[in-house]
Each structure stands twice: as C-alpha cells, then as structure tokens.
C-alpha cells in the first residue's frame, strides 16, 4: 500500500475508491477473474476490515479484504517497485487468518486468505507468483503463495478477457512514462494523440461493460469518474481537455440515467406506500362499517324484541 503523501497516492486512493464501491455483481466478476474462480454471480458479497494492530500498537491497512460466498481474498495495488511487498501481504494475510481463526479442544486452525499483488505500473519484471516458505521444526516447510498480476502487460482487450474490467482506468499509466520524458514539440504531440487515443478507447470500453459483463451505472460512472482523474493527473502540462471533456459528457448522461431511474423509484415507493395506506384506510374502514353493521344489527333485535313485547300486551 503507498505511503501517504507518496506521488502514487492517487493510484492507491483511485484503487481503493472503485474496489470499495463495486456492486456485487461486478465484484464477483472481479474476483473471479483475479484469482481464476467460478463464483455465481448471486454469491454473497462482504467487505471485511481492512486494518490490523501490531504488537507496537502501529496500526496497519491492506487495501481489500472481501468475502465471497464464504471465501476470503485479500488485495494489495502496487505502483512503486517494493521487494518487501510479498512479506507485507504475508503479514497482512495472517492477520487476517487471525480474526477467522477457529478454536477447538487442542485445536486452533488459521485459514490464510488467498491472496494477490496488483502491480499498476513497474520498472522490473516482478515474478508471475511470490511464494514464502515457513519452515516448522523439524525443517518442515509450508508454502504460501502469492499471484502477481502485471497491468500493463495486457492490453485493453485483455483486461477484458482477463475479467478485470474494474481495473481499466489504470492502463493510462500505460502513457505516464512518455509523457515524462517527451521533450521536443513533435514527441509532445504524439503523446497528447495517445491520450485521446487511448483515454477514448478505455472510455468506450467501460462503458460497454454495462452490456457485456452487467456493471451497473454506478459501476461506470465511478469507473469514468476515476478515468478522468487519471487523464487528468497523469497528463498534467499537456492538452487533454478533449479527452476529459468526452468523459464528462458521458458521466452527465449516465448522471441524467441514474437521476431518472431514482425518481422513478421514488415513484414506485410513492405509488406501493400510497397503496399500502389505502388498503390500511380500507381495512379501517371496512372494520367501522363491520362494527356499525353489528351495532344496527342489535339495535334492530332490541327493536324486534320490544315490539313483541307490546304485541303479547294487547
């Protein structure tokens, strides 16, 4: 996880902002895709706590937990090239085991989480899997092992294929390294084509996710939403104003979708809760006009009987 005030901060933010938000359908998507499972779409869908105390009190934060139909995975994004990472998500993953761990008599099990790194952008080539080895005496080891999934080495379409459509917004960091060292006014404008290039490419795609694999509208317009920060942010100094203003235009369309499906959901509620009282209103009317029913129906036997009464007198 970067550190705060780290010039990735808006990567970690972004990641955590759109994993955090992600409808259930699109997490199961998500995870399946990440960790290669076959979960069912109507699995159930829980974000767990993130955060762990050491035993110096420090608190620290892995950046997702998420249990789905029972199973616990944990993810960590990272940007900068640590080669501490594996021993963090070690660390993070027992704490986790910790929390689920079962006891019985003479027995304590600690069910590890599966878990994986997310590398958004790297300089090295990180291994496809990190393992860690513990050894217990006598020189028994246990592996725990780690998938690393690189970004960038897919291309749009594969991170489709890969089901990883939630992590989209990121293959902007595809143009971060050019953009930094583009010098002359010809690399400059090759780079700002790569942007509209490219930012309409990712934006079309995520859009399309609706469709193809059910986002919601939520799922997209927080995904845009983060797409246009990262244009936005990684394409600082050049002209990307065409690019970011195509993504607002969307983001107002899905704004004015999402606006309209809330009212006519307020109306639905509307129409069920005016139902709902009118049949109440009906019910304590129809009980009043029972009660008066019976009330007239005794006032008529008194009657009735009265009458006989004065009949037998004559």
């Known amino acids: 996880m970067a550190q705060p005030h780290n010039t990735t901060d808006i990567f970690d933010r972004s990641f955590k902002q759109i994993i955090s938000s992600l409808s259930p359908n699109a997490m199961i998507r998500f995870i399946n895709g990440l960790f290669h499972t076959t979960h069912p779409l109507d699995s159930p869908v829980i974000h767990l706590s993130t955060e762990h105390i050491r035993s110096n009190l420090e608190k620290r934060q892995a950046d997702e937990v998420v249990s789905v139909a029972g199973h616990t995975y944990l993810i960590e994004e990272q940007t900068a090239d640590d080669a501490t990472m594996a021993i963090r998500v070690f660390e993070y993953s027992y704490a986790q085991a910790l929390k689920e761990k079962h006891i019985h008599p003479g027995l304590i099990i600690l069910p590890f989480p599966q878990a994986a790194v997310i590398y958004l952008e790297t300089s090295k080539a990180p291994p496809e899997q990190w ?184």
């Open 131 to 314: 393992e860690i080895q513990v050894v217990f005496p006598p020189d028994t080891p246990h592996s725990f092992k780690i998938q690393a999934v690189k970004l960038l080495e897919y291309t749009i379409e594969g991170i489709v294929e890969q089901g990883l459509s939630a992590l989209l917004p990121f293959y902007m960091l595809k143009l971060r390294k050019p953009a930094r060292e583009a010098k002359s006014a010809a690399e400059r404008e090759e780079v700002e084509r790569a942007f509209k290039e490219v930012g309409i490419q990712v934006k079309e795609t995520i859009e399309a996710c609706g469709e193809r694999e059910g986002y919601s509208d939520e799922d997209i317009v927080t995904l845009l939403e983060r797409l246009e920060g990262l244009i936005q942010y990684i394409g600082k100094g050049y002209k990307v104003t065409e690019v970011t203003t195509m993504v607002e235009e969307s983001l107002i369309g899905y704004g004015k979708r999402l606006a309209l499906a809330a009212e006519q959901e307020g109306l639905q509620k509307g129409l069920q809760k005016g139902l709902q009282k009118g049949l109440q209103e009906g019910a304590v009317e129809r009980q009043r006009l029972e009660q008066e029913n019976k009330r007239l129906q005794r006032e008529l036997a008194e009657l009735k009987r009265i009458m006989g009464k004065d009949g037998r007198g004559h």
